[in-house]
């Protein structure tokens, strides 16, 4: 990591350290307030929803005016919405306050990726991504810890005052130590242009592959500790956390890999959601906490080698002057599949059982995969 990626870096761990600290204290949110199933579902959906809705438009400003001002601008504009959730003092706001921050988060995050490509060189993309992806998978592990601890010593104020501390921060950081990125010289783009590249396949199969991995992550956090709730919560929390860290320690070894030529693209992403994919199956088939624990590690080690690959992929098939808002489109696949990974095994699990759910994502997973190594080799 250099000294002037850190910042951005650190800016990947803001969004998810402030998306997952938040979500996982909204049970107990709900309950205090009294509020239905339904409350609880718009709460978590509503940070996912401005982001989905406005990062290609962010990635798009981050292309006319550089990505340098958009990242400093969307870290301010989530302390902005960290603290006047603390200065309302209503704890009814919190939903506005998670639409504030989704909406910041939608500016900065399409932005670092811009920067985190165009701050390397092309032959050192993969440790890039590798290293951001780490930063982001310790943000997802230590949010639900940090953020429950925070909650019991101060309630929801204290944890929007320390979110919107560290993002104040970050960006004071990033304003010393990120350089300035000015926009490069772009050519007209009509829409056809536009619909033409990002139906290509240097941009459709790796964002097909950011949102299949993410995805399976997301089905392992929401959906392993369902498969071992008589476990308790002590071990089936071990294996979210084995998971998570097994995704953060395997992504910059990735994109070292990837980037000194050992791993190709096409091999990677595909022998990446083929791995995610066994990790699922086996928590159909292998009863316990072994299959638990051999899925956690399958589904982590999977989605952390094919995550940063995709990424450098991605960055390599992109005109520099284009990568905002061409990050901001694949970062709406990481979000669809986000949502629509736990929407498909739930359905399929209310359908059947929670098998037929892991057991069909496995299944589509192992498409996916085969569809990047049949696609690379035309």
């Known amino acids: 990591m250099t000294r002037q990626l850190a910042p951005v870096y650190a800016a990947g761990f803001v969004t998810a350290f402030g998306a997952h600290s ?13 509020a239905s199933l339904l409350t609880l579902g718009l ?6 929803g401005a982001e989905v809705v406005l990062k290609p438009v962010f990635g798009a400003l981050a292309d006319r005016v550089g990505p340098r001002p958009v990242l400093l601008g969307g870290l301010v504009a ?24 989704g909406a910041a988060a939608a500016a900065f995050s399409p932005a670092a990726g811009a ?11 993969g440790r890039a991504f590798g290293g951001y992806g780490a930063w982001k998978g310790l943000g997802y592990t230590l949010g639900p810890v940090l953020g429950g601890v925070l909650i019991t010593l101060g309630g929801y104020a204290l944890l929007f005052a320390t979110l919107g501390g560290l993002a104040l921060a970050v960006a004071g950081w990033a304003a010393v130590a990120v350089p300035v990125a000015p926009p490069l010289p772009r050519a007209r783009q009509t829409v056809l242009d536009l619909v033409r590249r990002l139906a290509s396949r240097g941009f459709l199969r790796p964002t097909a592959t950011l949102a299949a991995a993410t995805g399976a992550v997301a089905v392992g956090v929401g959906f392993l500790p369902v498969a071992g709730a008589q476990l308790g919560a002590l071990p089936t929390g071990a294996v979210v956390s084995l998971l998570a860290a097994t995704g953060a320690l395997v992504q910059p070894w990735a994109g070292r890999a990837h980037d000194a030529g050992r791993i190709g693209a096409a091999a990677g992403m595909a022998t990446g959601l083929a791995l995610a994919a066994a990790g699922l199956a ?17 589904i982590g080690a999977g989605t952390g080698l094919a995550t940063p690959i995709a990424f450098a992929h991605l960055a390599a098939a992109t005109p520099k002057e284009r990568l905002g808002q061409t990050m901001g489109a694949a970062e709406v696949g990481r979000e669809l599949g986000d949502a629509g990974g736990p929407l498909f095994v739930g359905a399929l699990a209310a359908a059947g059982s929670l098998t037929l759910g892991l057991g069909g994502l496995a299944g589509v997973l192992a498409i996916f995969a085969a569809a990047v190594g049949i696609t690379a080799r035309r």
């Open 22 to 34: 938040i979500a996982a204290g909204l049970g107990g949110y709900t309950e205090a307030e009294h």
């Open 282 to 298: 086996t928590a159909t088939v292998l009863p316990g906490i072994a299959g638990l624990l051999v899925a956690a590690v399958a």
């Open 43 to 48: 709460l978590l959906a509503v940070y996912d």
């Open 78 to 101: 989530f302390a902005v919405a960290s603290g006047a959730f603390v200065l309302a003092g209503d704890p009814a706001l919190v939903g506005l306050a998670r639409f504030g921050q």
């Open 115 to 125: 920067l985190v490509a165009r701050l390397t060189p092309e032959t050192g993309h």
